[in-house]
């Protein structure tokens, strides 16, 4: 019977554009998507796919990591401080006192959200196969291609060659390798001398057989803003009800309509508008006459001041804007304030496209992309201020 050993990476740095979002000593795997940190999504999947305890590698320093995971998870973790290095490599390194009492390990990055479903499907695949090692991987988005390790595979989704860059991509067909791995512990003897991981899993496929399992489902890697803005549109994509939490309060003129959800402590003041999708999380706050729409995560402690509107757009916990804000398409950081009357524009220029920013079909049919401002961390946002599309604001 194989033994797999469950290890999610939880220290990676952000980009430039993301990290203005993260708090001191935190990382990004603890932004919030409806209610919970990004870490929530691998961590509960790989769990389900393999009940055994989850082994979390945290960067020295952010201590944020294992204190809002032990209290956001109510599962069995351990979490292994990573105390030197900036790579996958080292996280894994990290754990290599856990990985070496078992045969095979079930890894995953920390910062994918991604259906419980695709974790169970590598597992039972692997213990079906028993191939050397099996990696999920999702269809290439060319656009992106970029980004991520690229393999190609056989007729019989073996992987052939594991490509760590764009630029020696094949002509043959490639599939993006999804961040899920289910490797032989003596992958760490290649890591030791020197190997990234995508070159240790091309030696493993060279002695052995890798098998590659393609998944079409939900999968967003949360490296930039707009991947935040992906992971709410898709959770909230398959919301089909309207849940109101017997804790809540909600005026009676106010107007709930379509897929929401409203947390407990949660307010929503007279004449107030939540058009769903929408999530509405614990003791946050919409003002009265205020339009809440069209893929909205109100986090925690969050405020929406009176006669606002906001759309598309995610708020992570205390963040507060003033009255007569508009805000659209847009990232504000835990802890931002907004000031009275201003207003994010969202209408790229036709030559711009931040990265990793997804077409998505409007009413009519037609699609569009759109992108408005990443307001970070703690930061001030004067009043009356016209934030321009795709802008960063400290």
């Known amino acids: 019977m194989v033994v797999l050993l469950n290890v999610v990476l939880a220290a990676g740095r952000p980009s430039r554009e993301l990290g203005v979002l993260v708090p001191p000593r935190s990382n990004k795997v603890l932004l919030r998507v409806l209610g ?27 201590d944020a990591v294992p204190r809002e ?19 996958v490599r080292d996280a894994i390194l990290a754990a290599r006192k856990a990985i070496d009492t078992v045969d095979y390990f079930l890894l995953s990055f920390g910062d994918l959200v991604l259906d419980s479903e695709a974790y169970a499907k590598v597992v039972n695949t692997h213990l079906e196969e028993s191939p050397d090692a099996t990696i999920l991987v999702t269809p290439v988005e060319p656009h992106n291609v970029e980004n991520y390790g690229l393999v190609s595979v056989d007729e ?15 002509p043959e067909a490639v599939y ?20 990234n991981l ?9 002695s052995g057989r890798v098998k590659a399992v393609l998944w079409t489902g939900t999968w967003v890697d949360v490296g930039y803003p707009e991947d935040l803005l992906e992971a709410v549109y898709q959770l909230l994509s398959r919301l089909r009800e309207v849940r109101i939490s017997g804790k809540a309060a909600v005026e009676r003129t106010a107007v709930i309509e379509g897929p929401v959800v409203v947390e407990e402590g949660a307010y929503i003041d007279h004449y107030a508008v ?47 804007m003033d009255s ?31 990265p990793r920013l997804r077409e998505h079909v409007v009413r009519g049919g037609v699609f569009e992309k759109k992108m408005g401002a ?13 934030l321009k599309p795709g802008s960063v604001f400290k």
Do not use: C, M
Not at 156 to 170: C, D, E, F, I, Q
Not at 198 to 206: F, I, K, T, Y
């Open 374 to 386: 990443v307001i970070g961390y703690g930061a001030r946002v004067p009043p009356y201020t016209v």
């Open 69 to 87: 995971a032990s209290s956001a998870l109510d599962l069995p973790v351990e979490f292994v401080e990573q105390e030197a290095g900036e790579t």
């Open 198 to 206: 995508p070159e240790a899993l091309q030696r493993v496929a060279e």
């Open 324 to 354: 007569k804000v508009t805000v659209l398409n847009s990232v504000l950081g835990s802890e931002s304030i907004v000031g009275i009357g201003v207003t994010t524009l969202n209408v790229l220029p036709s030559e711009e496209t931040p």
């Open 36 to 62: 919970r940190p990004v870490l929530y999504y691998p961590v509960s999947g790989v769990y389900q796919a393999n009940r055994s305890t989850v082994v979390i590698v945290y960067r020295s320093g952010e």
């Open 156 to 170: 019989n989704w073996l992987v052939k060659r594991v490509y760590s860059t764009a630029g020696s991509r094949p």
């Open 176 to 195: 993006t390798i999804a961040g899920v791995y289910i490797l032989p512990s003596r992958v760490l003897d290649y890591l030791e001398k020197g190997l």
């Open 274 to 320: 939540v058009k769903g999708p929408a999530y509405i999380g614990k003791r946050s706050f919409v003002g009265a006459h205020s339009f809440v729409r069209d893929y909205v995560d109100l986090e925690e402690n969050s405020r929406v001041g009176s006669y606002s509107e906001v759309k598309f757009s995610s708020i992570q916990p205390f963040s507060l």
